[in-house]
């Protein structure tokens, strides 16, 4: 099953790191909620808010318990193939990376909605 977790831009802006596969998607292939977030935590995800902006809130939420995920890569429950969005908020970076069990990361560009 795959695991959106997707990026709150506290403090004004979004984490971006190529190398590590953090976008303002970070899904992740895991059998459960639990193994998603430990996954997660593994690239380097936060749980706790730590220095994130108080008003904006935390940067990233644990998948909630019991949470059965996707069968394919989704965003907004949609899959990335066709999954589209208001704002491409990392301009020509990867708007997601997928973290596949099997260590693979690819990144994905999502298409922007017209309106």
Not at 41 to 63: H, K, T, V
Request: glycine share 10%; with cysteine; proline share 3%.
């Amino acid at each position: 099953m795959f695991f959106d977790f997707r990026q709150n831009n506290s403090g004004g802006g979004f984490d971006f790191d190529a190398e590590r596969g953090i976008s303002c998607h970070v899904i992740v292939e895991a059998a459960n909620d639990e193994e998603a977030n430990r996954r997660a935590e593994a690239i380097g995800l936060y749980f706790d808010g730590e220095g994130d902006c108080s008003c904006c809130g935390n940067r990233w939420s644990a998948q909630w318990s019991g949470d059965e995920g996707d069968e394919v890569p989704s965003v907004y429950d949609e899959p990335v193939e066709t999954a589209t969005v208001y704002m491409k908020w990392m301009g020509d970076n990867p708007d997601a990376f997928i973290h596949y069990a099997d260590g693979r990361i690819v990144a994905h560009h999502l298409t922007k909605k017209s309106f």
